[in-house]
Each structure stands twice: as structure tokens, then as C-alpha cells.
């Protein structure tokens, strides 16, 4: 053990992007829930007074153009396009990611619908099998609306399911349950291969690693920003339509904030030229402008460097569960090659719930999700190497309290990444 805290100490110490935990609002409290909801950066407080005080409270419809609100969708787009390898142009902030997968999804039909030919037509969408629930949610109803049949199927099977009926792809960069990546490049060319489009659900992958849509050509895709961006509970998601799409996106929420004249009041819809296409209504300023303010702590940051701790971080982890805790008490269903790992680690363990409600009784937070798994989630803007092997040794501790068993019916055996049923 002391080894291990030893290392811990050593790589913290060496840890380039080390001083940015101090740009966060942090305690005592060892934090591994930022792929759920990211930690406070210290400096957004301050900036929400500002726009609250100042500028609702004394500029108020002023604000709208004196302190750029109108443009805020835009511009904060444009702040996180280089995070998720995107030019200026193409992001605009708003709404929830259910919604703006709505708005992906209808938009990648209707534009498979003016390729595809006549008989019999492009009307089948894929889903990832193992998708976060509203994205599922979505994608059927999706189907429903515009008469196409939905078949979920596993990521890794989706060029052998893709056919001339196929007419959009909606897929998760990173498995929100187990943390594996899924790879992205590939998945993207084979959907353009079959002539369909692919829409990508970032959610678990913005801020944590390198995505590069524009490099791979993504046609479409959607994220959160109160994950790895830190943008504070239920900040505003995104949506990225690639440039050369943009003139044929259409959105089946067609509001007046995307309208070519917004203050026309124009009976008729004219959508707008760019990436404005993707705003609907009135934009949520208080929430978006703390975003705004959160995304200061990416500067001077590489995405690379994140990665690259990421790595560090869960390779660390699972050295330290393998050493502190019994065989057989936990099984990882993260993989195990870096290729296929996001910043999370999944583990397989019986009474799961209870473990996660003692873990975070002793200030250890990650979180649970039925029925069996503990989530982890790696943070490297502000979590260090000491935090991970305290995490493990906590872990250890709680369950060598509790009674013992194989972790939720899965056999016993090493660490080696290897997914689990479900995953």
C-alpha cells in the first residue's frame, strides 16, 4: 500500500496539468463523479453575479446587444469547437441533449430521404443497442414520426447491419455504462460508405478526449456540457452540423430564433444561414453564460494532455483495485486497451448501490448505475494519481466491511477490462 501511495505522490508531481485543480471549487472530498456532473471552476460565482447584477439587473433588455446575449449560442459554440476537433462555424448551444438529438436525427433523415432513391427509399435508422435511454427514447419516436423502421444494434455490428435502406445512424462515442470507446472514424465511414448519415452522442467523450469531427467528417452530432466541460447542472447542450450540411439541415423545431429575419415575425418560415439553423427558441441566458465562464478553465489546455492523463489516471486505478482488493469482489467492464477506453472505469460488483452509498459516506464519490455497477469517472482537470489510489484503498476497505460474494454473478477473475454482459 504504501508503495502505491508513494507512486501516487511521485506522478502528482510530475503532473503537467496538476495546477489546474486549483481553478476548481474543491474539498476534502475525493470526486469521481465529474462524468455526471463536473466540479464548480472557481471563477464562474463571480461572473453569474455580474450577469445577474449588471447585466439583467441594471442594462436588462439592453444586455440583449450591449452584452452580446443574442449572440451567445454562436460564440460559446465556438468555444468548444476546438475540444471536440471542430472549426469555428459549426456548433450552436442550446436546448437539452434530448432535444438536439431530436433535431440531428429528423434532420439526418430528411436529408437520406433527398438521396436516397424513390423505391425503396431510405427508411431505417440505426441505434446503438446499448444507448443511454432517452436516446433511445428518441431515435423511436424518431421513426415513428417519419415512418422509418428502428433497429437497435450493437455498435461493433453496425457495418454488417448498414443497407441501401439505411438512412441515419445515431450512436454514443462512449458507453455511459462501461466506458468504452467506441471508434468513431471507423463507425463514420462505413455509415457514409452505405450512403446514410451519422450522428454522434459526445456526451461522455467532449473534454475527456480527442473526438475530431471535422478530421473524420461527422455529419452530425450532440453533447452535454455539465460533464467533462464543467458547465453546471443542466447547462445547455450543443449541436454540430458539418459545413457543407448546413444549407440542408432541416429542423423539425423550427423556432424564431433560427429564422433567417428573427425580428420579421414573418407568417412563413425562412431558416438562417450557418449553424444557427440548430437554435429554436429564446436562448437561456443565466445558464449559458456560466457556461461560457466555466470554459476559461480550457485555456492553454490541450485536449492531448487530457488524454493523456486520462490514461494515466485509470491505468493507475485499476493497478490499485488489483492490489487492494480481494479477487473476485470486483470485476472491471472497462476495456482494458486505451483505444477502447473513455475516462471512466466500470466495475462489476455485488450489492453495488450499497457499496457506492458507503464509499461516499467515507467521502470516496463516484456513482452506481443498476444493477450492478460502480461508475468512476476520471476528471484530469482536476483529479490527481493521489486521489485515484485513495479511491481503490477506500474501495478495498468498504468491501473487506461488507459480506463477501462474486460480483453480481459474474465470475471471478482479474482486472483485465474484459466487458461484461450488457455492457
Keep these: 500500500m504504501s508503495e502505491l501511495m508513494s507512486e501516487a505522490e511521485r506522478l502528482d508531481a510530475a503532473d503537467g496539468l496538476a495546477a489546474l485543480r486549483d481553478r476548481f471549487v474543491l474539498d476534502d472530498v475525493t470526486y469521481l463523479d465529474g462524468n455526471s456532473l463536473g466540479a464548480l471552476p472557481a471563477h464562474v460565482p463571480a ?7 449588471r447585466q439583467w439587473g441594471e442594462l436588462r433588455i439592453r444586455s440583449w446587444e450591449e452584452s452580446g446575449w443574442w449572440t451567445a449560442p454562436e460564440r460559446i459554440g465556438d468555444r468548444i469547437a476546438p475540444l471536440v476537433g471542430a472549426a469555428a462555424g459549426q456548433i450552436v448551444v442550446g436546448d437539452s441533449t434530448s432535444v438536439n438529438v431530436f433535431k440531428a436525427l429528423v434532420a439526418a433523415v430528411r436529408m437520406a430521404g433527398e438521396d436516397g432513391p424513390v423505391d425503396p427509399g431510405r427508411d431505417e435508422i440505426l441505434v446503438d443497442a446499448s444507448t443511454f435511454p432517452t436516446d433511445g427514447y428518441i431515435a423511436e419516436s424518431t421513426a415513428r414520426m417519419t415512418g422509418c423502421v428502428l433497429r437497435p444494434v450493437a455498435p ?19 458507453d455511459y455504462r462501461t466506458g468504452r470507446l467506441h ?11 452505405a450512403g ?25 452530432a450532440v453533447g452535454c456540457t455539465y460533464k467533462y466541460l464543467n458547465g453546471g447542472p443542466g447547462s445547455p447542450a450543443y449541436l454540430y452540423v458539418r459545413r457543407d450540411l448546413q444549407d440542408r439541415f432541416d429542423s423539425p423545431l423550427p423556432g424564431w430564433n433560427s429564422h433567417a429575419e428573427p425580428f420579421g415575425m414573418r407568417p412563413a418560415y425562412t431558416p438562417a444561414s450557418g449553424a444557427v439553423r ?12 456560466a457556461l461560457e465562464a466555466a470554459l ?7 485536449v492531448e494532455a487530457v488524454r493523456a492523463k486520462s490514461l494515466a489516471l485509470t491505468d493507475f486505478f485499476l493497478r490499485c483495485v488489483g492490489a487492494y482488493v480481494p479477487d473476485g469482489r470486483v470485476v472491471s467492464v472497462t476495456p482494458a486497451a486505451h483505444a477502447e477506453r473513455g475516462s471512466q472505469v466500470a466495475l462489476r460488483c455485488a450489492d453495488a448501490g450499497d457499496v457506492m452509498k458507503r464509499l461516499i459516506e467515507r467521502g470516496v464519490v463516484g456513482d452506481f448505475r443498476a444493477p450492478d455497477i460502480l461508475r468512476f469517472g476520471f ?16 474501495l478495498a476497505e468498504t468491501l473487506d466491511e461488507m459480506p463477501g460474494g462474486t460480483p453480481g454473478g459474474t465470475p471471478s477473475g482479474a482486472l483485465d477490462g474484459t466487458p461484461g454482459e450488457g455492457g
Design 278 to 289: 440548430g437554435r429554436v427558441g429564446t436562448p437561456d441566458i443565466l445558464s449559458l453564460l
Design 183 to 193: 471508434d468513431l472514424p471507423a463507425l463514420t465511414a462505413a455509415v457514409h460508405a
Design 47 to 53: 461572473r453569474v453575479a455580474d450577469v445577474v447584477g
Design 379 to 394: 476528471t484530469p482537470l482536476y483529479v490527481g494519481f493521489a486521489d485515484v489510489e485513495r479511491a481503490a484503498r477506500v
Design 196 to 220: 446514410a448519415y451519422a450522428v454522434w452522442d459526445l456526451c461522455h467523450s467532449a473534454g475527456a478526449l480527442p473526438v475530431g469531427l471535422d478530421e473524420h467528417g461527422v455529419d452530425l
Design 296 to 302: 476559461e478553465v480550457w485555456d492553454g489546455v490541450s
Design 156 to 174: 461493433d455490428e453496425v457495418p454488417s447491419a448498414l443497407g441501401e435502406r439505411t438512412a441515419a445512424v445515431l450512436l454514443n462515442h462512449v
